[in-house]
């Protein structure tokens, strides 16, 4: 496999804060075709908030985001008008909620929430939309015959496998992660954690994923970002930061782990 | 292939009154292709210390690490990573793996990563795992569930499984019976009869005896008190 020269998203000194408090500050990272980062920390480390600042779903005070578009090359998506962010969100980038409910319809029948993705970036045949809903589901392990029940009727493993097929149908480059596997029973964890590894290696994505979980990470990111109060302390490959962590803050982290 | 130069290393204990424990100082090591080198010295000398720095999952704190053409001391995480995938290859102690990825994918999936067709890379996984006797009726379960042994065994196979010009041995035979052991060391003597420049730690003597070319003795590079 080649490596690409060119990086896939350039994030340059993203600052975000909530009045005198810091949300997140100086982020500077380079994402690469087909690479994984995560970023962990403990709750209010400033993990979301960066997430949700990369993805556009908050505005950051200040900082660039740059994005190689298809189409243009480099553009920073902070400057990108909302129509274009907006079509950047439903054709190139994918965002996996934490609750499935906020990634799906819920009054919307499952083929129906992969379906609709497709719509979005133009299509209209019906029975070719179908089918390619029913592929989706099969990928993510949904039987067929599921197709035309709403994601209500589904459990929570489901409901986030639909969720992710209903990201992934439209070939987005970029997925942004919010705690992908929380609130899952274990067994429903590693099913979840096969498919997007396989699903990352086929389709080359790139991913930044958000989590508490270590192991998740280890299993997943190629690269690791470790934040405590807004800050990224620490950074580098997976296993070398979980294994020689060099701050106090990660070491802190990684020696609290239970074993099972 | 493999060249380490006056590497160093210390820990910082953040958390432990901010404690800086150095351990290894003035470390070189030069493996040639086709040369098998293995680490010696006593329980906590710095064998698997030396090995992980090598493989850049510990930082070394200075000197360098050049694997091919790639400085691991100072190369960027992509950069390791593109080496591990291509050039540099790991067997560990332990089988670290996706719960539920069946066996057959665990030891081809090295292969998959550098391109090589499914049918190719699958026929090459069936042919190691034949070699090491995993029977055939485990090859689609996830080896989580498997003994130790057979665990190790599977680890053996997924590390040779891409012909790799430099690789890194923990313990490669610790736990295996006889003929698994002797099937172990024909990998390794294949290895290095195509130019792989191996560096191993061997608690067997026999076993490192027959594969290994030359001996270092780590706790040479232990530092000394001042």
Known sequence: MSTPATPLLQVRDIRKTYGARIGCTDVNFDLYPGEVIGIVGESGSGKSTLLNCLAGHLAPDAGEIL????????????????????????????????????????????????????????????????????????????AEDRVDDRPGA??????????????????????????????????????????????????????????????????????????????????????????????????????????? | MISVRNVAKTFTLHNQGGAVIPVMAGADLEVAPGECVALTGSSGAGKSTLMRMIYGNYLAASGSIIVGDVDVATAEPREILKLRRETLGYVSQFLRVVP??????????????????????????????????????????????????????????????????????????????AANRATVLDLIHEAKARGAAIIGIFHDEEARARVADREIDVSRFTPRAA
Request: hydrophobic share 45%; proline share 3%.
């Open chain 1, 67 to 142: 994005f190689n578009t298809r189409a243009d090359g480099l553009k920073d998506t902070l400057k990108m008008s909302e129509p274009e962010r907006r079509m950047l969100g439903r054709t190139d980038w994918a965002f996996v909620h934490q609750n499935a409910r906020d990634g799906l319809r819920m009054g919307v029948s499952a083929g129906g929430n992969v379906g609709e993705r497709l719509m979005a970036v133009g299509a209209r045949h019906y029975g070719n939309i179908r089918e390619q809903a029913i592929d989706w589901l099969d990928r993510v392990e949904i």
């Open chain 1, 154 to 260: 589904f459990s929570g493993g489901m409901q986030q496998r639909l969720q992710i097929a209903r990201n992934l149908v439209t070939g987005p480059r970029l997925v942004f992660m919010d705690e992908p596997t929380g609130g899952l029973d274990v067994s429903v964890q590693a099913r979840l954690l096969d498919l997007l590894r396989g699903l990352v290696r086929e389709m080359g994505l790139s991913a930044i994923i958000v989590t508490h979980d270590l192991a998740v990470v280890r299993l997943l990111a190629d690269r690791l970002m470790v934040m405590k109060s807004g800050h990224v302390v620490e950074a580098g490959l997976t296993d070398q930061v979980l294994d020689d962590p060099q701050h106090g803050y990660t070491q802190l982290l990684v020696s609290s782990v239970l074993q099972v």
């Open chain 2, 100 to 177: 539920r990825v069946a066996t057959l994918n665990v030891v081809a999936e090295p292969m998959l990563a550098v391109g090589m067709e499914r049918v190719a890379a699958e026929a090459r996984a069936r042919e190691l795992l034949n070699r090491l006797r995993i029977p055939e009726t485990l090859w689609e379960l996830s080896p989580t569930t498997f003994s130790g042994g057979e665990q190790q065994r599977v680890n053996i196979a997924r590390g040779f499984a891409h012909v790799f010009p430099a690789m890194l041995l923990d313990e490669p035979t610790a736990s295996l019976d």
